[in-house]
Nanobody
Framework: VQLQASGGGLVQAGGSLRLSCEAS????????MGWFRQPPGQDREFVAT????????RYAESVKGRFTVSRAKAASTVYLQMNRLKPEDTAVYYC?????????????????WGQGTLVTVSS
């Protein structure tokens, strides 16, 4: 399974970006997908996750109400819509596929990872 994240870039505070994560190879529509991020000089942290059918989502408190995770009907593409961006959202964003169908928040529950896409929010 290969995951390709895209859509990162430079945006001003208050702006929006949409990240995409395309899965290829031995894809499965039965797995939850997640987004994580690693701010400069910090550890990677959970951002959002979505269940295999898109019916259930979970978010980190820091992004709740501003970010929305969704997945295409074919389920091979996952999106992260990021609104009202803040400078503290600056990070490399990673998508990942979970071992299970329902979205966990722990990195250890994900076994496939994309290469990351950089989001920079200027103040």
């Amino acid at each position: 399974v290969q995951l390709q994240a895209s859509g990162g870039g430079l945006v001003q505070a208050g702006g929006s970006l949409r990240l995409s994560c395309e899965a290829s190879g031995r894809t499965s529509s039965n797995n939850a997908m997640g987004w994580f991020r690693q701010p400069p000089g910090q550890d990677r942290e959970f951002v959002a996750t979505i269940s295999w059918d898109g019916a259930s989502t979970r978010y980190a408190e820091s992004v709740k109400g501003r970010f929305t995770v969704s997945r295409a009907k074919a389920a091979s593409t996952v999106y992260l819509q990021m609104n009202r961006l803040k400078p503290e959202d600056t990070a490399v964003y990673y998508c990942a596929r979970a071992r299970s169908s329902y979205g966990p928040t722990s990195q250890s529950d994900y076994n496939y990872w994309g290469q990351g896409t950089l989001v920079t929010v200027s103040s």
